[in-house]
């Protein structure tokens, strides 16, 4: 399904037994996504990884299965919600997050300061809901606001 995804990343996923949950309503396969989530230089790559009901974003390093971190985990159950004509959906979705949106975010909504930005963050995403920001600095996953 994820064919543009690195060959390690994909055997890590099946490895894992990751079901890479989609939005409801997503006509092309969505939550793996390609960023520079750790500086502009580096190329790196996320999936939203469901296994037995939990999600957690598994972020490779430069697209290698040696060098993962895992965010995010919740429960399948509590990004589902009504989406009309009596239906539940499924509702998280990862991005990328340029510099520019996180500012924005933060200027709208508040929340901690970003730090100096040089690189991509991760949304994270209750879609039609909120979403907060994964953004690496200093060696550690910061939370920052996202939308509202």
């Given amino acids: 399904m994820f064919t543009r ?3 390690p990343v994909r055997a890590d996923l099946e490895r894992r037994g ?13 939550n793996v996504i390609t960023g520079h989530f750790r500086s ?18 598994l972020v490779y390093w430069k697209g290698r299965a040696d060098s993962v971190d895992e ?6 159950k509590d990004y589902l919600q009504d989406v009309g004509g009596g239906k539940i959906g499924y509702s998280r979705a ?7 949106t996180i500012l924005q975010d933060y ?3 508040g929340g901690t300061e970003p730090p100096s930005l040089d690189h991509q963050g991760i949304e994270d995403a209750f879609v039609e ?9 200093e060696g550690k996953w910061l939370r920052l606001t996202g939308a509202d």
């Fill in 107 to 109: 200027h709208s909504y």
């Fill in 71 to 76: 965010l995010g985990s919740a429960p399948d």
């Fill in 5 to 7: 995804l690195p060959r």
């Fill in 129 to 137: 809901q909120a979403s907060e920001i994964w953004y690496w600095y």
């Fill in 40 to 57: 502009p230089a580096q190329t790196d790559w996320a999936a939203l990884c469901s296994v037995h009901r939990v999600s957690t974003i």
């Fill in 18 to 30: 990751c079901t890479v949950p989609q939005v409801w309503y997503d006509s092309v396969p969505g």
């Fill in 94 to 100: 990862v991005a990328a997050a340029a510099a520019r």
